[in-house]
């Protein structure tokens, strides 16, 4: 059946006839005295919607995908979700995850992800990444074109997932440009949501590289997800100067920006980073930021971050470097080591007061970078991300309030994409003609369990998880056998 005609129209001619203070019946209209019968019911929860407002008690009616109903009477449905207790909110868009395979999806669904995006690395051919997805999902999912892999692709670098060789160490030559710049408009027009740039990783990319990928953005109205050239405070290669680069081109082109993870690219200077995307959105800029709550980072041990002069860069040494692989720091022979071996590591590097900071400034969304999980160890915030802002920041440390925090997991990431993908325009919010994607949780036990020493730990508290209408966590569980996630994807164009 095709609910979501009947119901959509019947919506507008319901405003017709309101205007018209005219009775008009209408075949399969039920809902207009209360019989109607929906394909899933959330009753009797704290309904939150960052957009309008709504903090209050109200009963969900979902047919055909979407949000139909919000009312306080009761409504009937082919399956009832009691939330007595609960907060039904929108369902989490993670602007920032890596791992992007069925077992990424389940630990996501499970903190409360209804859509999870890679747009920081992103990939080097958008159909065949979509292709990979559809209809096997969990959950919705998306993907930039990405400046690292299309340069690793073009420079024959042998790096996996980040570059080892030619495309972090060596300038590109003009053929190579023409084609970096060829294969990221080619990614734009096949829908990427965004373009993913991850300077520090492509560190012998010049500026006019760059800022030349910034103008492609620009024609395509496609925000810049960037990782800067540059974190920490040691002049001068400082977060500061890294952000002033990309400021600059946005400023210069026209290009929406995004700066990834702003506590691992500002550590103690993180006010300062953050202060410097509040003055771009102040002075009209399309300045937006992220960050992960967490006090390490993670990524892999062979890339350009660990070329020599780390130590001084980033203010750390071997002992703050943990090898993913058995939870061991490393010393200067393990790291030589593991190096020419190539591998994931965990860095403690952030200070809890630039996080605490970043997680309770309104400005900056919540996003994990998520990494893929490849064994046993992996740095926990790609699956407890979301539970720990809203159990952790905001009820044990209330470092921010709730309906703040929901904000900046649902509304703020979905108004960040949906210029460039208007199918945004329907995530992130509980509204009438909404897509259904929701999270219902008990805001009184919600938290991550997921720690650097055993990480692959569900969250707790998230009760249930309806992705396009369709539950996948129930009573706290996993559902089987479900694939209701949808390409989040721009409009594709020739
Ligand atoms: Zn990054």
Redesign the pocket.
């Known amino acids: 059946m095709s609910c979501s005609r009947v119901h959509g129209w019947w919506k507008w001619t319901a405003t017709l006839v309101l205007v018209a203070a005219t009775v008009v019946t209408t075949a399969g209209s039920g809902a207009s005295d209360g019989t109607e019968t929906y394909d899933v019911v959330i009753a009797n929860g704290r309904v939150m919607d960052p957009e309008s407002g709504l903090d209050a008690v109200r009963n969900l009616g979902i047919a055909g995908g979407k949000i139909r109903a919000i009312t306080g009477k009761p409504l009937q449905g082919k399956k009832t979700m009691d939330a007595i207790g609960l907060t039904v909110a929108p369902g989490f868009i993670d602007l920032?995850q890596h791992g992007q395979e069925p077992r990424n999806y389940q630990f996501k669904a499970r903190d409360g992800v209804t859509t999870s995006l890679e747009l920081?690395?992103g990939t080097d051919d958008i159909d065949k990444w979509y292709a990979q997805r559809e209809g096997k999902t969990l959950i919705n999912f998306g993907v930039s074109i990405g400046h690292i892999p299309v340069r690793m692709k073009v420079m024959k670098d042998p790096g996996n997932f980040l570059p080892s060789g030619d495309a972090a160490h060596r300038e590109a030559t003009p053929d190579e440009l023409a084609q970096i710049d060829k294969d990221i408009e080619t990614g734009l027009h096949r829908g990427a949501l965004a373009v993913g740039m991850?300077i520090?990783?492509t560190a012998a990319a010049t500026h006019g590289e760059i800022v030349d990928v910034f103008r492609l953005a620009a024609k395509s109205n496609a925000p810049v997800h960037v990782?800067l050239r540059h974190a920490g405070l040691k002049e001068p290669t400082t977060g500061l100067v890294g952000i002033e680069e990309v400021i600059a081109a946005a400023a210069a082109t026209g290009a929406p920006l995004h700066v990834?993870?702003i506590t691992?690219m500002g550590l103690q200077d993180t006010p300062r980073l953050i202060a410097m995307v509040r003055g771009a959105q102040e002075s009209g800029l399309d300045v937006t930021t992220e960050c992960y709550p967490y006090t390490a980072?993670s990524?892999m041990l062979e890339s350009a971050i660990f070329d020599p002069g780390w130590q001084d860069r980033q203010g750390i040494t071997y002992k703050d470097v943990q090898w993913v692989k058995t939870g061991e720091r490393l010393t200067a022979e393990t790291f030589e080591k593991y190096r020419k071996e190539g591998g994931t590591v965990v860095i403690f590097s952030i200070p809890e007061e630039a996080a605490r900071t970043a997680v309770a400034d309104p400005i900056v969304m919540i996003a994990s970078?998520g990494m893929p999980i490849t064994g046993a160890k992996v740095h926990p915030r790609g699956q407890g991300t979301f539970s720990r802002v809203l159990g952790h920041y905001v009820r044990e440390d209330k470092a921010l309030d709730l309906m703040t925090a929901l904000r900046k997991m649902t509304l703020m990431p979905a108004q960040r994409l949906e210029k460039r993908a208007p199918a945004f325009k329907d995530k992130g919010r509980i509204r009438v003609g909404a897509d259904a994607d929701i999270t219902v949780f008990d805001p009184k036990r919600i938290i991550d369990k997921a720690t650097y020493e055993q990480p692959l730990q569900y969250s707790e508290g998230i009760q249930f998880v309806l992705v396009n209408g369709v539950p996948v966590v129930k009573d706290g569980q996993l559902v089987d056998g479900v694939f209701p996630g949808r390409a989040a994807r721009a409009p594709i164009l020739q």
């Open positions: 920032h920081e690395a991850g520090n990783y990782h990834v993870h691992s980072g990524t970078d």
